[in-house]
C-alpha cells in the first residue's frame, strides 16, 4: 500500500511502450494498434491478433500464433507407433479420438490391415461422439463469445453426458487413447449402447434448447449475419473445411466423398450446407451437423456387428516403408496425416494437416473493414483450437 | 498494516483472517491447453462447481485475482505474458499448477519449444497432477490450497517489503 | 502400455490381396501433367485407388503450381510442407544408455515418386469435382534452399511457406513476408531437420529404459524390446 509517485507511473508506461510484445501505441494518424490476446477470454487458448485500427473499423489484422506450438511433428520422430498415438490426441483437444484416427488409418494402410468391421462401426460411433462433445461446446462458445452467457452452461452441462459415455468405454473423458493399429483396445460395456441413445436424445434436446435460445435472438441475428462473409472460391483458395467450407455453400464433406473405411456409409445422413458465408451460417451448420451426428450414433448402435475389435498385429509394430495420406472430416474440419515411414519402430516423418491452421489464414483477408467486435464473432465462428493451429 | 507484518496479531484474529481469505478466493483463470477446458468444466459447469468452495471464477482482471491457475502447456514464447500477468496479480497471490504439462512439461518433455514446468517461471503452490487432471482433482487441489490457507502465518507472507506495484 | 489385445506374438498382419488395376482418372491427371510441363515431370507414383504422387522439376514448380489448380481442378488447397530425408543421426532415443550408440546411418533413401536430394518440398490439392487428390514433390538442392512460391496460385499457402521456412530454412521466392510463425525470434536453427537434436533427450536419457520392472507373475526378466 504505498503510493507510486508520478515519475514511477511514468517510467513504467514508457517501459512498457517500449516492449514489443504489448502494445500501448496510443492514437496516432496512422491510427490505433491493438492487441487481442494471447490471453484473452474470446481466443479459445493462446491466439493474439494485432489489429490496427481506424477508429473502431479494422484496416489490418494479422494472428500472431505460436504460443501453444509444441513441436508434434518433430517429436512424432522420436516416438514410436503408440506412443504417437498418444500424443496425437492432444492436438485437437477437444475432439480428441478424432485426431486419432486418421493417423491409425495411415499406419494401417502402410500395413495393409484392416481392422474388423465391429472395430470400424464402434470407430465411427466414437468419432461421431467425439463431433458431438466438440461443436456443443462451440454452440455455447460461440454464444458466450457474443454476449450470451447462459448458453456456455448448457454446452458445459450436456457435453457431460456425451463425455460420461466417452468414459464408461476408454476411460478418459478427454485424450481417450483408445484407437489401436489393427482395432480397438477394448470392446463396449454392457449397457452402453441404451446408455448413449439415452445421451443422444439428450443431445437433440439441446440442440433444440440452442435453437430457442441463441439462434433466432434478434441480437445473435444481428451479431452475426452478414459478418465474415466467405465467399466459395476465397475459402477453396484458403484452403478451408469443414463447417467453415459448407457454410459457404461448397457440398464437400469427407466422410461422404472420400470414405477411408469407417462405417458412415452404413448410416443414412445427410450434408448441411448454407449459402451465405457468414457468421451465422458457420453456426448453423454446425448446429445441424450435431443433429446428424446424433442420428448417425444411434443407426450405427442399431446395427453394430459383432466379432472381434482387434486384428491380428504383431506385438511389436513396425510399419513398412511407403509413404500413406489420410485425411477424415474431423470436427474441426479437414486433419488428415502424411506418415513417410521407413520400416521403424516409429514414423520417419509425419506431416500432420491440421484444420484450424488454414481456417485462421483466412482471417487477415476476412477481417479487413470490420469493426472491432465483429472480430470476435468472427474467430468465435471459424471456431479453432488452439493445439489445432499451433500443432 | 503494521500489525500483520510485525506478527502482532493475536492468533484467533489470524485465524479468523486466514478462514475469511481462504473462502473467498478469485481464481485468474490462466487457461492455456487442454486443462483449459477441464478448469472451465470445473469452475463453471453446473456438475463440478466450483464456488460451493467458496472460489469465484472470472475476476475482471488479473489485479483483482488471489489466485491463478495455470492449465495446460507452456511454452517459451508464452513465458514473458505469464510473468508479466503474474506480476500483475497483487500480493498476497496463489499458483496452482494444474495438469502435466504445467508441472513438469509433460508429454511435451522434450520438445524445443516447451517450457518444462510453469515453476521456472513462477513460483507454485499446488500441484495438480493428470493429463488432464479430473475437474475432481482440481477442487482436490483447490481445497488443499484452502488448507493451506488455513494454517498460514501471515506475517510470514509481509515480511516487511514494500509492495511493488509492477 | 497395455500389450495390444489378442494378438500373437508371431502372427501375420491380415494382408488384403488386390489385384492391380489401372486408376483411370489418376493416368489422365498424370497426362494432363505431362501435356502441359512435358520433360518437367520427373516421375510419378499411383497407388489404384487411392492416391497420386507427381516430382516435378523446381524450375517448373509454380507452373507446376497453375497446372495442379486449372487444368487438374484441384481447387481446394491442402498443405505444403517438406521431408527432409536424411535419416536422423540421434536415433529414437530409446536405445539403452549403457550399450554404444548403433552407427548412423547417412544414406538418404527418398520414398515415392523418387529424388535426388536431401530436401523435398511437397503439397496438396484436391478436386471435388473428381474427388481425388494429388501430392505434387519437389527437390530442393542443399546448396540453393529456395522455391518459387506458390502465392499467386493459392493464397492459403502463405502461412505454409512461413513455416517451411522457419522449420526447414527453405525460403519462397517471391512471398515477401517470411516472418517466423510459430517460435520466438531468438530461436535459432530450424527444428524439423533431421540434424536439429532434441536436447533434452541428450540431457537425460529416457526413464522407460531404467524403470522397467518384471511383472511379479513373470520371475524372469524384463522384455526385451523396449516397450513399457
Not at chain 1, 458445459?156 to 464408461?168: H, K, M
Not at chain 1, 450434408?271 to 451426428?293: K, M
Not at chain 2, 496479531?9 to 486466514?18: A, V
Amino acid at each position: 500500500m504505498t503510493a507510486i509517485s508520478d515519475r514511477q507511473m511514468l517510467a513504467y508506461a514508457n517501459a512498457q511502450a517500449a516492449d514489443g510484445r504489448v502494445n500501448l501505441e496510443f492514437e496516432t494518424q496512422d491510427g490505433m494498434t491493438l492487441n487481442l490476446g494471447p490471453q484473452h477470454p474470446a481466443t479459445h487458448g493462446t491466439l493474439r491478433v494485432v489489429v490496427k485500427l481506424d477508429g473502431e473499423q479494422v484496416v489490418a489484422a494479422e494472428p500472431v500464433m505460436g504460443y501453444m506450438h509444441r513441436g508434434y511433428e518433430k517429436l512424432t520422430e522420436v516416438r514410436n507407433y503408440p506412443q504417437v498415438t498418444t500424443l496425437v490426441n492432444r492436438i485437437d483437444w477437444l475432439g480428441s479420438f478424432a485426431n486419432e484416427v486418421p493417423f491409425i488409418l495411415a499406419a494401417e494402410k502402410l500395413m495393409e490391415i484392416e481392422a474388423p468391421p465391429r472395430a470400424q462401426w464402434i470407430r465411427t460411433v466414437l468419432f461421431e461422439m467425439s463431433r458431438i462433445a466438440n461443436i456443443s461446446l462451440f454452440a455455447g462458445d460461440m454464444s458466450l463469445h457474443i454476449g450470451a452467457l447462459t448458453a456456455a452452461f448448457y454446452a458445459f452441462r450436456d457435453r457431460e453426458f456425451v463425455l460420461n459415455q466417452i468414459e464408461a468405454v476408454t476411460g478418459g473423458r478427454f485424450h481417450p487413447n483408445f484407437d489401436r493399429i489393427g482395432g480397438l483396445k477394448d470392446d463396449l460395456p454392457k449397457g452402453w449402447i441404451a446408455d448413449t441413445k439415452a445421451a443422444m436424445a439428450r443431445i437433440r434436446d439441446y440442440c433444440d434448447e440452442m435453437d430457442q435460445l441463441v439462434t433466432g435472438n434478434e441480437i445473435f441475428e444481428a451479431r452475426t449475419r452478414g459478418v465474415g462473409v466467405i465467399p466459395a472460391d476465397i475459402a477453396l483458395q484458403y484452403g478451408l473445411t469443414g463447417a467453415n467450407l459448407r457454410a459457404s455453400g461448397v457440398d464437400w464433406d469427407l466422410r461422404r466423398d472420400q470414405p477411408v473405411g469407417l462405417a458412415w456409409d452404413q448410416a443414412d445422413w445427410q450434408v448441411w450446407t448454407h449459402p451465405d458465408g457468414d457468421s451465422f451460417a458457420r453456426f448453423w451448420v454446425r448446429l445441424q451437423e450435431i443433429r446428424e451426428s446424433t442420428k448417425i450414433v444411434d443407426q450405427l448402435l442399431d446395427g453394430l456387428p459383432s466379432g472381434p475389435v482387434m486384428a491380428k498385429v504383431p506385438r511389436i509394430i513396425k510399419v513398412p516403408e511407403g509413404e500413406a495420406w489420410v485425411a477424415t472430416e474431423n470436427p474441426l474440419g479437414e486433419m488428415g496425416y502424411y506418415v513417410v515411414s521407413k520400416g521403424g519402430l516409429g514414423p520417419f516423418r509425419t506431416k500432420i494437416r491440421t484444420p484450424s491452421f488454414n481456417n485462421i489464414s483466412v482471417v487477415p483477408w476476412v477481417c479487413r473493414g470490420v469493426y472491432v467486435p465483429d472480430v470476435i464473432t468472427i474467430l468465435a465462428s471459424l471456431y479453432f483450437i488452439l493445439g489445432d493451429i499451433d500443432r | 498494516m503494521g500489525l500483520v507484518e510485525s506478527g502482532k496479531l493475536p492468533k484467533p484474529l489470524t485465524s479468523l483472517l486466514n478462514t475469511s481469505r481462504k473462502y473467498s478466493i478469485w481464481i485468474f483463470q490462466w487457461g492455456l491447453a487442454c486443462c483449459a477446458i477441464e478448469m472451465g468444466a470445473a469452475l463453471g459447469a453446473p456438475r463440478y462447481d466450483v464456488m460451493r468452495l467458496g472460489v469465484i471464477p472470472l475476476p475482471a482482471s488479473p489485479r483483482q485475482a488471489d489466485l491463478v491457475c495455470f492449465s495446460g502447456t507452456v511454452t517459451d514464447k508464452m513465458v514473458p505474458a505469464i510473468r508479466r500477468l503474474y506480476d500483475q496479480i497483487p500480493d498476497p497471490k496463489y499458483v496452482i499448477s494444474m495438469g502435466s504439462c504445467a508441472n513438469c512439461g509433460g508429454p511435451y518433455w522434450d520438445s524445443y519449444s516447451v517450457t518444462k514446468g510453469v515453476d521456472q517461471v513462477v513460483p507454485v503452490d499446488v500441484y495438480v497432477p493428470g493429463c488432464p487432471p479430473r475437474p475432481e482433482a482440481l477442487l482436490e487441489g483447490i481445497v488443499l490450497l484452502q488448507e493451506m490457507i488455513g494454517k498460514e502465518d501471515m506475517a510470514e507472507r509481509w515480511k516487511g517489503e514494500p509492495l511493488v506495484v509492477r | 502400455m497395455s500389450p495390444l489385445s489378442s494378438a500373437d506374438t508371431d502372427a501375420e498382419a491380415t494382408e488384403a490381396v488386390e489385384t492391380p488395376e489401372v486408376d483411370e482418372a489418376r493416368e489422365a491427371v498424370v497426362a494432363l501433367f505431362r501435356e502441359e510441363l512435358g520433360d518437367a515431370v520427373l516421375d510419378h507414383h499411383i497407388r489404384p485407388g487411392d492416391d497420386l504422387w507427381i516430382r516435378v522439376e523446381r524450375a517448373a514448380w509454380r507452373q507446376a503450381g497453375f497446372v495442379l489448380r486449372d487444368r487438374a481442378r484441384c481447387k481446394a488447397f491442402g498443405f505444403l510442407s517438406a521431408i527432409d530425408w536424411l535419416p536422423s543421426p540421434y536415433g529414437l532415443g530409446e536405445d539403452s544408455p549403457t550399450d554404444a550408440p548403433p552407427e548412423p546411418d547417412t544414406e538418404i533413401v527418398t520414398g515415392y515418386a523418387g529424388g535426388d536430394t536431401r530436401f523435398q518440398v511437397f503439397a496438396r490439392a484436391t478436386s471435388h469435382s473428381a474427388k481425388l487428390g494429388v501430392t505434387l514433390k519437389t527437390d530442393i538442392p542443399d546448396d540453393d534452399l529456395t522455391l518459387d512460391t506458390w502465392l499467386s496460385v493459392y493464397a492459403g499457402v502463405d502461412w505454409h511457406e512461413r513455416e517451411l521456412r522457419e522449420m526447414f530454412g527453405i525460403t519462397a521466392i517471391g512471398h515477401g513476408h517470411l516472418a517466423p510463425l510459430y517460435l520466438p525470434g531468438e530461436f535459432e536453427g530450424h527444428p524439423l531437420r533431421k540434424d536439429f537434436p532434441l536436447l533434452a533427450r541428450h540431457v537425460k536419457a529416457w526413464p522407460g529404459i531404467v524403470d522397467v520392472e518384471p511383472m511379479p507373475a513373470e520371475a524372469g526378466g524384463a522384455d526385451e524390446e523396449a516397450s513399457e
